[in-house]
């Protein structure tokens, strides 16, 4: 009974038993009624034609009881259904119309004395019975007909359901692209339609990930390689000036070290455990951190200006500023400038910028290394990405937009306390 076929036949079986046993009872009822009613107007008309002829009560219909009433003394089969209250009312001059011990009791005063005419109730009975045989076989067939009425829209309502509940088992077994069955059942095509939507997302969502292992692997490949060949090199012994190798070494499994901390902080990012210390961290003091830090560098000149005060937390946020200057340098400009202001930190820097295309997609995983990886240096991919999440679990946003004569400005928004 857990199947929505099994119930709603069940249910539909349930309440036509119930409709049929109160169509049932009520009907009885009033066909009895109906046929008292009948058999008393039959009874009554029979009786006023016999008080205008008192002499033909013996030709009374068969199966009712007449009597005879002369001197207040009534005579007949019918007699013994005759009490004094009938023959006051009688001797009254009154007609009678009653029941009394299961029969129907009509009674007619004449100029002689009154025709006295009884129905007993097997004669209703009998003709109760027929009439409820008829109606029983009616029932019977509308309960039938109930049924399998029920079971059909029971079995019409779960098709499209178990057919849902298949696609969704395919697309958990890894198929994609699977056609969701349709449907005119409303509630039911808004969850297929549902459905569909998740497979479309879930599509996306692999290509996007399939495509950004596929980057991440062609990047991990080429230091890789460099590490091998003078690795080989060097157990061949043909290596003729070991501190070079040992610098490309070096800066090779540098470049490897940055692709394994930024996957790691991304699969942090997406923990539970993730944590943010929140704190009135001095933004300016902070920028002059990271300027102090990048200068040591000489790969550019650094600037900070303004001052601000934000509740956040400020390893994550200095974690974020080095990305932005890293980026920056590394994508040749000369100057960076860190510019405060009371709740906010820009990176702004004279480098080549983006296009305008760029600008809505700067912060998605992997798409500007995509499209600048054979243009000029670049990263993981993973920076800017990492960074706009950062920012995010810190209750800020970030921003990018082209400076006003050259290069890019990332602008961080924090809250302030």
Do not use: C
């Amino acid at each position: 009974m857990r199947s929505l076929r099994a119930r709603v036949t069940l249910v539909t079986v349930a309440v036509s038993v119930v409709a049929v046993l109160l169509t049932g009872l009520i009907s009885l009822q009033l066909v009895r009624s109906s046929l008292n009613d009948e058999a008393r107007d039959q009874l009554a008309a029979q009786a006023d034609v016999l008080a205008q002829r008192p002499g033909l009560v013996d030709n009374a219909l068969d199966g009712t009881l007449t009597a005879v009433v002369v001197d207040g003394i009534a005579t007949g089969a019918a007699a013994e259904y005759v009490d004094k209250v009938i023959l006051a009312r009688l001797a009254a001059g009154e007609s009678v119309s009653t029941s009394r011990r299961g029969v129907l009791i009509e009674a007619r005063p004449t100029a002689e004395g009154a025709v006295v005419l009884v129905e007993p109730s097997t004669t209703v009975e009998r003709a109760l019975g027929k009439a409820t045989s008829r109606i029983l076989i009616a029932l019977a067939i509308g309960l039938l007909i109930a049924v399998l009425g029920g079971t059909l829209l029971a079995r019409r309502l779960a098709r499209p359901l178990t057919e849902t509940a298949g696609a969704a088992r395919r697309m958990a077994a890894g198929e994609r692209g699977v056609a969701v069955p349709a449907t005119t059942t409303t509630e039911i095509a808004d969850v297929a339609a549902a459905l569909s939507a998740l497979d479309t997302a879930l599509v996306t969502s692999e290509g996007r990930q399939r495509e950004f292992l596929l980057s991440i692997s062609h990047e991990l490949r080429t230091p890789l390689t460099a590490v091998r060949g003078y690795a080989e090199a060097l157990a061949d012994g043909i290596v003729a000036d070991p501190v070079s190798v040992g610098r490309t070494l070096v800066a090779e499994t540098e470049r490897l070290d940055t692709f394994v901390r930024d996957l790691l902080e991304l699969a942090r990012l997406e923990a539970d455990d993730f944590s943010i210390t929140l704190a009135d961290v001095d933004l300016a003091a902070l920028a002059g951190e990271v300027a102090a830090a990048w200068s040591g560098t000489g790969t550019g000149t650094l600037v900070t200006a303004g001052s601000g005060t934000a509740r956040t937390d400020a390893r994550r946020l200095r974690q974020v500023l080095d990305g932005l200057v890293e980026n920056a340098l590394r994508s040749g400009a000369s100057t960076v400038t860190l510019d405060v202001s009371p709740t906010a930190i820009s990176v702004a820097d004279d480098g080549p910028g983006l296009d305008p295309a760029d600008l809505a997609v700067a912060f998605e995983r992997g798409a500007l290394h995509a499209r600048y990886r054979e243009v000029r240096a670049v990263g993981t991919g993973l920076g800017l990405s990492i960074a706009a999440r950062l920012v995010g679990r810190m209750g800020g946003t970030i921003q990018v937009e082209n400076g006003a004569e050259s290069g890019a400005v990332f602008t961080v928004e924090l809250s302030h306390e």
